[in-house]
């Protein structure tokens, strides 16, 4: 079945610092692939997403690349800031009709000291 | 206001007793789904519906059931609670592009 691995936290940055969390990941066809964020006491909130190969999804400042030949979706971030801090999940979803599934990794928690 | 709330926001109830967590969304949406959430496991997939008559269970539905009664409302009950069931609960929705929108979570103890 699918599955998403992604890198253990949790991970602690001095602001300003380059960020990358690392996820890979197993499904047939063609998922599409997600990070979440989850800031403390809150529900997950969609950060960036691809529907296909070599896309490149983007927001806040974070980017993440599909690639297909690594099976991978690392997101990356060039300088951290404190609010920052939160725990992050990478997921896919199958590419079948009716494949409802949300797939998560176990989520990095990642913490920006200032 | 959210999009996407649940009720209660936390519980604590004892080993054997039901207890029901609802959901309700105003996204319009026909896809709901609920979740839970364990340390180091991530966010697993108990139940999902794709409208108010078709319900399927997910990846560890055994111990839960759940009740479409409109569109906007999914609830999730457990019907004889259990201390591994502690865990902090999440209901989502789905429009027509792959993206999921999720409640702020319920946190449920069962002493």
């Known amino acids: 079945g699918d599955s998403v691995t992604q890198m253990e936290g949790p991970v602690t940055l001095s602001e300003e610092a380059f960020l990358t969390i690392n996820c890979t990941y197993t499904a047939t066809g063609y998922p599409s692939l997600f990070w979440y964020v989850q800031y403390p006491g809150e529900g997950l909130q969609l950060l960036l997403k691809a529907t296909k190969a070599d896309d490149k999804g983007s927001n806040k400042g974070f980017e993440a690349t599909y690639r297909k030949e690594t099976t991978s979706f690392h997101l990356e971030k060039g300088s951290v800031q404190v609010s920052d801090s939160a725990v992050y999940f990478c997921a896919l979803t199958g590419s079948n009709f009716g494949n409802e599934k949300l797939t998560f990794g176990t989520g990095t928690r990642l913490t920006i000291i200032p | ?111």
């Open chain 2, 1 to 111: 206001d959210a999009d996407v709330t649940q009720t209660p926001r936390n519980r604590i109830t004892k080993t054997g007793k039901r207890i029901m967590l609802e959901c309700s969304q105003t996204k319009g949406h026909d896809r709901m789904y609920w979740y839970r959430q364990d340390p180091g496991l991530g966010l697993r997939l108990i139940y999902y519906s794709f409208d108010v008559k078709d319900i399927n269970k997910g990846e560890i539905s055994d111990g839960y059931s759940v009740s479409r009664q409109a569109q906007a409302k999914f609830s999730l009950s457990l019907e004889s609670a259990i201390p591994n069931q502690t865990a902090l609960y999440f209901c989502a929705t789905r429009g027509g592009d792959y993206e999921q929108y999720f409640g702020p979570g319920t946190r449920l103890t069962v002493t």
